[in-house]
């Protein structure tokens, strides 16, 4: 059953950036931001281990994960809930690898990643920001989040 809308899957094509929450041996969280995360199919997301030893070692211990990706300017995305599949050799690696980030559109190359993660998505929920609650519309917040980042910009410069 496809669990992942074509919502879901824009806005994580778009965003490009997930949170990934694993646990650690020690039972606490671990939270790590994920720049290759996308969609593989309508029940998993995915994203190359390139530089996460920790969340490898987290999930070849306990594959539950969360994957948390946020669109800024409207905060409003996406909570999934999943079980994670580490694949570092073999036809479906060579398939993924192959597909989603050995192209002329993804800089991402086949020498720096180290293996991938699958994640099957058992279970999504939406994430508003508590700005909507006084009734804003989402033109009303991408403004205001606008105007923050082009300050922070002019600080900078």
């Not at 778009?14 to 929450?21: N, T, Y």
């Not at 994430?127 to 989402?138: D, F, Q, V």
Request: glycine share 6%; aromatic share 8%; proline share 4%.
């Amino acid at each position: 059953m496809a669990i992942l809308t074509q919502e879901m899957q824009r806005v994580v094509r778009e965003q490009r950036l997930g949170f990934v929450a694993t646990v650690c041996a020690d039972g606490t969280p671990n939270l790590s931001p994920k720049g290759t995360l996308t969609v593989w199919d309508d029940e998993h997301l995915v994203f190359a281990d390139i530089r996460s030893p920790g969340t490898i070692e987290n999930l070849r211990r306990n594959s539950a994960v969360e994957v948390n990706v946020v669109d800024p300017m409207i905060r409003k995305g996406w909570r999934f809930k999943g079980e994670a599949s580490i694949l570092d050799s073999g036809p479906h690696f060579e398939q993924v690898l192959t597909t989603l980030y050995c192209t002329d559109k993804n800089e991402v190359t086949r020498g720096r990643i180290r293996a991938l993660v699958l994640i099957k998505v058992l279970r999504a929920l939406p994430l508003i920001s508590p700005a909507y609650e006084n009734g804003r519309s989402e033109d009303e917040v991408r403004e205001q989040w606008e105007r923050y980042w082009e300050e922070l910009r002019k600080k900078r410069v």
